[in-house]
């Protein structure tokens, strides 16, 4: 079984901050992990995955992910948050290791990111 | 730009009505998805098509029913809606059937049932 944890439902930062969005896994095999963004009223949005190539992934906007095995974490930066980044962001894993039938993306609960002026 | 839609986007109806939401891909692709949420909750699986004819449920229990007679449509109906219904319902697709796939996913529509 996969599950997601995401620590911080809400994260505000100061426009031009760091962002860090934390995202830990647990899978019984190698996982391909994903981050998702979702605006107001509009459906989720590839931000990257990991598919076990990069360990260190570079996605939209800005945003990268860093797969760190030891900590079964993928957690989520950018380093310097703009206005336009305020959405939710939500970190999902699959599992590699099941054949044949449809893949199942595990999503976490999703993390609410503000950016203050 | 991922070409998914859903109609409608928000809908109020009473109890014990009947209800479709829509949901249409023009990408062609096989695999096409309904998860349900909550807000401050996970994105919960309700329903799954491998392709035409083939449909599937999810992690969440679900008194939702789905039906996929052509790829591009895949069409979530509730035979008597409840308050307990009141959810946002999103759909996705993606090309192919590997776990690295990218789920494309409309805007979404959000259900209240009175």
């Known amino acids: 079984a996969q599950s997601v944890t995401q620590l911080g439902s809400h994260v505000s930062v100061s426009e031009g901050a760091l962002v860090l969005l934390r995202c830990n896994y647990s899978?019984?095999?190698?996982?391909?992990l994903f981050w998702y963004v979702q605006y107001p009223n509009q459906g989720l949005q590839l931000l990257l995955k990991y598919t076990s190539a990069a360990t260190l992934v570079k996605g939209i906007n800005g945003f990268e992910a860093e797969f760190k095995k030891s900590e079964t974490s993928f957690h989520l930066t950018k380093p310097s948050a703009h206005m336009s980044d305020a959405a939710e962001y939500f970190c999902?894993?699959?599992?590699?290791?099941?054949?044949?039938?449809?893949?199942?993306?595990?999503f976490g609960s999703g993390t609410q990111l503000t950016v203050l002026p | 730009e991922a070409d998914i839609y859903q109609t409608p986007r928000y809908l109020v109806i009473g109890t014990g009505k009947k209800i479709t939401l829509e949901c249409s891909q023009t990408?062609?692709?096989?695999?096409m998805y309904w998860y349900q949420q909550d807000p401050g909750m996970e994105l919960h699986l309700i329903h799954y098509?491998?392709?035409?004819?083939?449909?599937e449920k999810g992690d969440l229990s679900s008194e939702s029913t789905v039906s996929r007679i052509r790829t591009e449509h895949f069409p979530l109906t509730l035979e008597s809606a409840r308050p307990s219904h009141t959810s946002q319902y999103l759909c996705?697709?993606?090309?192919?059937?590997?776990?690295?796939?990218?789920?494309?996913f409309g805007p979404g529509t959000r259900l209240t049932v009175l």
């Open positions: 996705a697709s993606s090309e192919g059937r590997l776990a690295l796939d990218e789920q494309f």
């Open positions: 999902a894993v699959s599992d590699s290791g099941t054949s044949g039938s449809a893949r199942q993306l595990t």
């Open positions: 098509s491998y392709g035409v004819n083939s449909t």
């Open positions: 899978s019984s095999v190698p996982p391909y």
């Open positions: 990408m062609g692709h096989d695999k």
